[in-house]
């Protein structure tokens, strides 16, 4: 049983990997109703988040003058809520449900946020509506280069 779940877990490990290596090859975008010059390094929500899909993108954004930025994400360090083993680095700083990490308001409880940098995260994985490929990063200005 326990080689049975070695290769499970090594599977697992390597999704992820994949997915952390395929960051630098697709193009990630980031909506605003502002004209910003540079992305904060103290954004509201304590991340500023992008995602694979220009149109959700877009979607999220209630202003008339919404603006769409594309960018290159070059940070691999990305928390993955569906990460058991992510999860638990978690569970050893704050008390928390690790399972209810994959919810976008439990990724953005200031204590959260502050274990997964303490970590040494640069941001997470989050599924805020359909799309698969969501992120939020905590210093954007140091892992993206802006397309536009």
């Known amino acids: ?20 290596e395929s960051l630098s090859n697709k193009i990630f975008y980031h909506a605003t109703g502002s004209n910003i010059k540079k992305f904060s390094d103290s954004p509201p929500r304590g991340a500023t988040y992008f995602t694979t899909d220009a149109e959700a993108a877009m979607d999220i954004v209630e202003d008339s003058n919404k603006k769409l930025i594309p960018v290159n994400i070059t940070t691999s360090n990305l928390f993955d809520p569906y990460n058991e083993l992510h999860r638990d680095l978690v569970k050893t700083k704050i008390d928390i449900d690790p399972k209810s990490l994959d919810n976008w308001k439990a ?14 995260f640069k941001g997470y994985r989050v599924r805020m509506s359909a799309t698969p490929d969501e992120i939020g990063i905590f210093n954007p200005e140091q892992y993206i280069k802006r397309l536009d």
């Open 1 to 20: 049983m326990a080689g049975v779940l070695s290769k499970v877990a090594v599977k697992g490990v390597e999704s992820v990997a994949d997915f952390l």
């Open 107 to 120: 990724l953005e409880n200031t204590n959260v946020q502050t274990a997964l940098k303490d970590l040494g």
